[in-house]
């Protein structure tokens, strides 16, 4: 029998949630269930959907952030409050609550030392990535570029700065606070920061910040294919 990784199509599975904390005020940490032969690359997703009436079929997806080792699945999902969706949804459930996972697909693939560029929630792709590089001491020639509106905004930035030491970099865009950047990663930043553009680049954030340093990486010299982005 092939792995669940390598099947096509496959029924939802029904796990419950184990543990949730927050991890900043408008992000949490789902740690569920993990079913026997759930199997996942660091930088895959799967699709979550609730097990609400009228919800079971408003499927999104989202990104494994434990290490496929742990003996359950962790995924952080920001919650947006002001729109019902399915992360409101999510953010008021609690432990012991049960909800369906789907197949698991490829999304951000880590294929080399290079530097990680992300906005937001885009860092939560990265974040098994990371976790495994440092675990398999091969994180020393990564660099992290971190963009966030505030400080506290700022999703894992303890774990981080211990895993990536001087290689990380926090900017905030609407905050001016002691110890952090406040420029915008656009062209001019990175052509500043950057020494090495023949690197893999792996970017992701909300689609205009993507296109924007996608573009720009392009213009500096980067080479396409090493440009990865969540699609």
Known sequence: MLPIS????MDSHAVKIIEIHDVTHDVKCFRLEKPNGYTFVP??????????????????????????????LEFTIKGYPDHDGVTKRLHELKPGDTIHIHDVWGAISYKGPGYFIAGGAGITPFMAILRQLYKDQEITDNYLF???????DIIYESELTRMLGKNVCFTLTREKKEGFDNRKINASYLREQIKDFSKHFYVCGPDPMVQEISTA???????????VFEK
């Open 146 to 152: 971190f963009s966030n509106k505030t400080a506290a």
């Open 217 to 227: 990486l392009e213009e500096l010299g980067a080479q396409t294919d090493a440009v």
């Open 6 to 9: 390598q099947i096509g199509i």
């Open 43 to 72: 930088g895959q997703a799967t699709e979550i959907a609730l097990s609400i009436p009228g919800w079971e079929e408003e499927r999104r997806p989202f990104t494994f952030t434990a290490l496929n080792e742990a003996p359950y």
